[in-house]
């Protein structure tokens, strides 16, 4: 019977499923991916919740891939289920919603212990040199992930129209890359949030290294504690963890906090198709609390308050270039992280890694940039100044020059 | 009690009310405007229901502006009022879409024939030279109306990714200025889809004149009668006339008429605020039928789609320097119009003109450019191809190189 579910749903690839009684193929075309699992108990456990039992199954060692690794499997999975699993997801969405983002302070501070108190040395192993944990900006192809981290640094100060001597408040500052990075760049004083007491060590070590601690402070707040007045907001990969409770919260307090002029920039990941829940695996194992937002429920957050939309970039494939290099990396000290952290967290994180790169690529998953100001005449009225052209010189010193 | 309610909400600039017994003035500060009003009674109606009488009593001759013309005058009504009839129309909005907006595809015929089978003459009078009806783009500061309408074709033939010989659907395609660009420049085949038989009859002629009957195509069709299948759709300045209750029906058929490696461009009015109901004033003598839209709108019509989000920009102010322009143009031959059409409908078009440059100056209204495409790969994974230098050889040669 659950085989004759995977012969009705495999159209794009050709998917050999091994079993202990033996191997069955169904689909056709590219890719082509083996399935080694287990027994048929663990099959029929994946196909009755694939959201939670895909990701479940691998940690606990109930199947692996073909030499090949995750991403041919998880690419024919994921193309020719997600319609299906979609539509339960969101039948049950606005329930789910509710009772797993009900994100109150407390909690929040909670949810991000979990994953970002994690050991600094594991983020060392797999991010770039500059542990800037969100979604890069692969702006020439072939570009380095450390590359392409700096260069998603630029193209954020860019949007920000930064003047030196601004106060700039980030909200989500991790292990404080941009905040460095933009007052070794702009010139500009920033205050950087965070809610993981060891972000928030490494960070401001971090500034104090680099001589920056004058100019740089880092602070352990929540966005709805923090109070001020900023000429320029930053938000990178914060807003998937505040759930959709609180998006109009969020964007609230953006335009509180911004001043009559300031600009704002709001980076998160969010989906081009209709709202719907948070991956349940993902949910239970990586991000506590967390929810990717449809932009019509960005849009609906935004509307109320007094900030306009100046643009909204949409990066797609950056995420899942990112991802796979991050997978990359892992891989290659999986032995290392392995006996530090446990083989079933290994599994865990590389399932996190693979399954979330193969989102970006095959399902609606992409990041939103939404520029936001108080009124018409702060931002420039054409988008050239993000594209004149920069005298490069090795990397970092690639400096944007202000707009017209 | 009615000069009290000026009182209280004239806060931003500072207006001279003449009325019969006396000069009353109120506020402070920049812009500085009268307004001549015949007498209170005149008054009253405006302040009951600002959103409808302010342009009925203007037609009717009930008010004048004073030297400064319009623009001062309904610059400090609009920033110090329009909170108020904010709130007020938002209320009752639902409602109102459902009764307005139910555009069958008759209907559809009927609104287009009360706007746009106004005599070409009229049009040729205060357009520029090409006849386009939409919001222009102002690639450099002081560019004239002409070049900043070709400026907008050019954009929206970089955004279309055009390679010649493709099929492009224009949906909605006025007096067929962009459709004979697209073919020009880009070498590609255009039907355009026009519900006026006075446009039908202007775009052909200029295909003919153009000698590009062969390539451009214009069809009296409505977008839900019309089949087909195209390399690239294009809609310029109509979603604004589909009305709430069809812009599911409009994405779907974008979706359904693009090819699966196709990318479509919709370029319409926006609002940065929350949903709202039309202005009374313009469903009434100017745009039946027709409804702005939110970007919250907006996206919930296109997620239950197939359509990613590749790229939403938005133009801000664009439409308050094309429309000032248009303006300008109407009042320079405002005697030969009264000649023609009267001098009501006369009073009627200056205040359309002048309330709408002020909305985009000081209200909300914004113009969204909505890259969209069936899945990841068509578009360039950076904007920068928008953006490259190109050699401008006296204006309409500059021809935006092909995307990388």
Same mark, same amino acid.
């Given at each position: 019977?659950?085989?004759?579910?995977?012969?009705r749903?495999?159209?794009? +690839?050709?998917?050999?499923?091994?079993?202990p009684?033996?191997?069955?193929s169904?689909?056709? +075309?590219?890719?082509?991916?083996?399935?080694?699992?287990?027994?048929?108990? %663990?099959?029929?456990?994946? @196909?009755?919740?694939?959201?939670?039992?895909? +990701?479940?199954?691998?940690?606990?060692?109930? #199947?692996?891939?073909?030499?090949?690794?995750?991403?041919?499997? @998880?690419?024919?999975?994921?193309?020719?289920? /997600?319609?299906?699993?979609?539509?339960?997801?969101?039948?049950?969405?606005?329930?789910?919603?509710?009772?797993?983002?009900?994100?109150?302070?407390?909690?929040?501070?909670?949810?991000?212990?979990?994953?970002? !108190?994690?050991?600094?040395w594991?983020?060392?192993?797999?991010?770039?040199?500059?542990?800037?944990?969100?979604? &890069?900006?692969?702006?020439?192809?072939?570009?380095s992930?450390?590359?392409?981290?700096?260069?998603?640094?630029?193209?954020?100060?860019?949007?920000?129209?930064?003047?030196?001597?601004?106060?700039?408040?980030?909200?989500?500052?991790?292990?404080?890359?941009?905040?460095?990075?933009?007052?070794?760049?702009?010139?500009?004083?920033?205050?950087?949030?965070?809610?993981? *007491?060891?972000?928030?060590?490494?960070?401001?070590?971090r500034?104090?290294?680099?001589?920056?601690?004058?100019?740089?402070?880092f602070?352990?707040?929540?966005?709805?504690?923090?109070?001020?007045?900023? !000429? *320029?907001?930053? /938000?990178?990969?914060?807003?998937?963890?505040?759930?959709?409770?609180?998006?109009r919260?969020?964007?609230?307090?953006? /335009?509180?906090?911004? @001043?009559?002029?300031?600009v704002?920039?709001?980076?998160?990941?969010?989906? $081009?198709?209709?709202?719907?829940? %948070?991956?349940?695996?993902?949910?239970?194992?990586?991000?506590?609390?967390?929810?990717?937002?449809?932009? /019509?429920?960005?849009?609906?957050?935004?509307?109320?308050?007094?900030?306009?939309?100046? !643009?909204?970039?949409?990066?797609?494939l950056?995420?899942?270039?990112?991802?796979e290099? #991050?997978?990359?990396?892992?891989?290659?000290?999986? !032995?290392?992280?392995?006996?530090?952290?446990?083989?079933?967290?290994?599994r865990?994180?590389e399932?996190?890694?693979?399954?979330?790169?193969? &989102?970006?690529?095959? $399902?609606?998953?992409?990041?939103?940039?939404?520029?936001? &100001?108080?009124?018409?005449?702060?931002?420039?009225? %054409? *988008?050239?100044?993000?594209?004149?052209p920069?005298?490069?010189?090795?990397?970092?010193?690639?400096? *944007?020059?202000?707009?017209?």
């Amino acid at each position: 019977m659950y085989l004759r579910i995977l012969q009705r749903h495999i159209r794009r +690839g050709r998917l050999h499923v091994h079993l202990p009684d033996g191997v069955y193929s169904f689909g056709d +075309g590219e890719p082509e991916a083996h399935w080694f699992i287990r027994d048929r108990g %663990t099959l029929v456990r994946i @196909l009755l919740d694939p959201g939670l039992e895909l +990701g479940e199954t691998y940690m606990n060692g109930g #199947w692996h891939a073909g030499d090949g690794g995750l991403a041919p499997l @998880l690419e024919i999975l994921l193309r020719n289920f /997600s319609r299906f699993g979609g539509k339960i997801s969101r039948w049950f969405a606005p329930l789910w919603r509710l009772a797993r983002q009900w994100n109150r302070i407390g909690r929040s501070y909670r949810n991000v212990a979990r994953h970002y !108190d994690l050991d600094e040395w594991l983020f060392r192993h797999f991010l770039d040199r500059d542990l800037q944990y969100s979604c &890069a900006y692969f702006a020439t192809p072939g570009m380095s992930l450390e590359d392409a981290q700096r260069a998603k640094c630029r193209h954020l100060m860019g949007k920000l129209l930064l003047e030196p001597g601004q106060r700039v408040l980030d909200i989500g500052s991790g292990w404080g890359g941009l905040a460095l990075f933009l007052a070794e760049h702009a010139g500009v004083h920033v205050t950087g949030l965070t809610l993981s *007491r060891e972000q928030l060590r490494v960070a401001t070590d971090r500034a104090r290294e680099r001589g920056l601690l004058g100019r740089v402070e880092f602070l352990l707040a929540d966005y709805r504690e923090h109070t001020g007045h900023y !000429d *320029r907001i930053v /938000s990178v990969g914060m807003f998937e963890h505040v759930g959709a409770p609180y998006h109009r919260r969020f964007m609230q307090r953006v /335009s509180e906090l911004l @001043l009559p002029d300031g600009v704002a920039v709001v980076h998160t990941i969010g989906r $081009s198709g209709p709202p719907t829940a %948070t991956n349940a695996w993902i949910h239970r194992h990586i991000f506590p609390g967390g929810y990717i937002p449809a932009l /019509s429920e960005l849009s609906r957050a935004l509307e109320p308050e007094s900030l306009m939309i100046c !643009d909204l970039e949409s990066l797609r494939l950056h995420y899942a270039f990112t991802l796979e290099e #991050w997978l990359r990396r892992f891989l290659a000290c999986r !032995d290392a992280v392995a006996a530090r952290m446990g083989e079933r967290f290994c599994r865990m994180w590389e399932f996190y890694l693979a399954v979330c790169a193969a &989102a970006f690529r095959w $399902s609606d998953l992409l990041v939103f940039q939404l520029q936001l &100001a108080h009124h018409h005449q702060v931002v420039p009225i %054409t *988008r050239d100044y993000l594209y004149r052209p920069v005298a490069v010189s090795a990397g970092e010193r690639g400096r *944007r020059s202000a707009p017209g």
